[in-house]
């Protein structure tokens, strides 16, 4: 598997995220590919609230198709998840499903995910790379990461002044100015807005 490969099949992964946008509630919308032998053996993307995450939802579709996925290799926009929420921990579904290898576009910025769903994947064994067309997925995932992980955008951009800020969230972000201006209004960005001495 070459890393043009890899940057192809995310690219699948990338589409089935697009169809999640906006019915995933607090979730964030991920889209995930399952691949062996340079064939896809299942897709699926982020379902509602509550419902399965992107990864389990590509695992069901091969099993719909009758195709095993032991052995094969997963591909997720976003980190798989490490702990039990309202659904079990996708991390951990994966390793149980006999998956050999995890390509990865972005780090899950919850802080209770965090690298820790990439550790109980290895830990499992399985073989990881993350970091695929992370820039991209960034800006697909940006208005999600500003509304429920700003400090990751906070880390990011704090220290730079107000056009220079502005400039940089909205490329990495892929946001407005305006919708970034907006955000900037809120209390999640009230130590960024006194960096930037607009506020006390
Ligand atoms: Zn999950």
Request: aromatic fraction near 4%; hydrophobic fraction near 40%; include cysteine.
């Amino acid at each position: 598997m070459t890393a043009r490969d890899d940057e192809a099949w995310m690219r699948v992964a990338m589409r089935e995220a697009d169809q999640a946008r906006g019915s995933t509630g607090d979730n964030p919308w991920v889209g995930c590919t399952i691949v062996a032998s340079g064939e896809i053996l299942g897709r699926g993307h982020t379902q509602g609230p509550g419902e399965d995450h992107a990864e389990i939802a590509a695992a069901r579709d091969a099993q719909a198709r009758g195709l095993s996925i032991v052995g094969a290799t997963l591909y997720s926009t976003l980190e798989p998840c490490s702990f039990h929420g309202r659904t079990p921990a996708c991390a951990r579904s994966i390793a149980s499903r006999g998956i050999a290898r995890v390509v990865i576009g972005m780090r899950d910025p919850h802080p209770r995910v965090n690298g820790l769903g990439i550790q109980i994947l290895r830990d499992a064994g399985i073989e990881v790379t993350e970091g695929v067309l992370v820039d991209e997925i960034r800006r697909q995932l940006g208005e999600w990461v500003l509304d429920h992980h700003p400090h990751e955008l906070i880390a990011r951009v704090t220290g730079f002044d107000a056009p220079e800020l502005v400039a940089r969230a909205t490329e990495i972000y892929g946001l407005s100015p305006e919708r970034f201006e907006r955000w900037l209004e809120t209390d999640a960005a009230a130590d960024l807005r006194r960096s930037l001495g607009r506020d006390g």
